[in-house]
Structures are given as C-alpha cells and as structure tokens.
C-alpha cells in the first residue's frame, strides 16, 4: 500500500470520531471555525514550514498540492470542529484543556514523522512552538468569532419584524 493512503485513512478515522462525539447540530454550528482554525491554519502553517525548512508532509503522491496534502487540512478542521465542541467553558480548564491538546498534538506530529508522512528538524522543540501558537490563536478566535456571531444573530433577531421585537 502506497504511504499517500495513511492520509486518507486518517481522515476517514477523524471522520468516524467526529460523527460518533459531536452532534450534527454543532458539527454545522463549529463548521466555520474548524475551517478558518483548521483547514485554513493548517495550510499557512505548513506554507511556513515548507519555505523555511522547519518541517514539511512527504509522500502524500497526488493527493496534494505545491506541497501541502489536501487531506491534512481537512482532517485539521474536523479535529477544531472537536476541539470547539469540548473546550470547557471554565476559564482555567480551557488552558488546562488546549495545553493537553498541544501535547497530543505534538505526540501525533511525532506519530506522522515515524510512519514517514512528515519530516521535520526537530520532533520536540519545533511542534511545541508551533502548536502553542496554533492553539492560541485558534482557541482566542474561536472566542472572538463566537461572540461576534452571537451578537449579530442576536441583533437580526431584534430587528427581525416576524419575531415581534424578541
């Protein structure tokens, strides 16, 4: 079996745990945000990683493009739509729940570097950065985002002449 079908059997194994975790409601509400903090950060962050050398996806064969996997930024936004959904709304065991995501992330950074799907200058150093980072931002634009949604939908409800002003 070619090593470019790891990627589709990941995204098939994220498929299956997203549809078993997370009600089809909230997959649709989360969607917007696993696609900008997912999809779409996982692309810039491996555009990164390719024009500086830090790290970088091998042997994805025709299942990629200029270098970036396609099915590594879908299995990333099916990952946020589960990470969103989960995120305790506890103000300390957030931090305490994205600093256990950046560890498992870094532990399956470092699972892709061993089945030979990734290649990276360092297994510890580099993905810790990155994934803080990554986090960080995800997990504060989700917030942003939400709040931002929440205060549109709920002015398009008062002026909603239908709903009689609620």
Known sequence: MPKYFLYIIFT??????????VPKMEIRRLSIHGIIFGGMMDVLVHVFGNVTGLFAWVNYGPLGVMGIPIFASISWAMFFIMYF??????RPLNYVFAGASV????????????????KS????????????VWFSIATWGYYKLSHFI?????????????????
């Open 103 to 118: 560890f498992f992330s870094v532990l399956y950074f470092n699972l892709m570097i061993d089945v030979g799907i990734l």
């Open 121 to 132: 200058s360092s297994r510890f150093l580099v993905p810790v950065m990155g994934f803080a």
């Open 150 to 166: 929440e205060v549109k939908t709920n002015l398009s409800r008062a002026n909603d002449p239908n709903n009689g002003g609620r």
């Open 12 to 21: 098939i194994g994220f498929s299956l745990i997203l549809i078993a975790t």
């Open 85 to 90: 959904y989960f995120i305790p709304v506890i």
